[in-house]
């Protein structure tokens, strides 16, 4: 893992993202073995009023249609910035496009804060906890919800998230 500075702002820098499957966490019409072979790494990154997240991996669905989310301590927010327009069509900017090979080249969100200070929400920030990348079965991105957890919505992926040292 990188090493981040604290600046007077929060902390900055970039920390390394490797994720892991979640083997029970799928749907049932999909072996498990396959389930499994899904990697995917990345990195996060701070400044001290921005920040990016860059994800690649291989072995989901082919054309699957996945989503990118951060795990707070407040629920699921997308891994996206803040001011993004989510229309639930698909075309989400958490979204991560997969070719018929299963493998989601790459996906970079800019973001329009610094990650490691937390997600600015009303009262506060919400911690990030760890980053999941998610298969939505009903082909559809859900907006800013990631769907039925274990209906139509099976996280396959997930990395903890970097904390500050």
Known sequence: MEERKKHKNGFCGCCRLIFAPIPANRPPAIDTA?????TARGEVCGEPEAGHIEIRAQGLI?????TLWFLTD????????LDANYAADGFDPNRLIVNANGVLNY??????????RGIPV?????????VVITLNTNRTTNGLSP?????????????PFCLPR
């Open 34 to 38: 396959f389930w499994v072979q899904a």
């Open 62 to 66: 082919p054309l699957g249609v996945y």
């Open 74 to 81: 407040r629920g699921p927010f997308p891994a996206a910035p």
């Open 107 to 116: 996906y970079i969100a800019p973001l329009d804060y610094n990650p490691f």
């Open 122 to 130: 009303p009262g506060g920030f919400a911690s990030i906890q760890s």
């Open 147 to 159: 769907g039925t957890i274990n209906v139509n919505a099976f996280d396959q992926l997930i990395t």
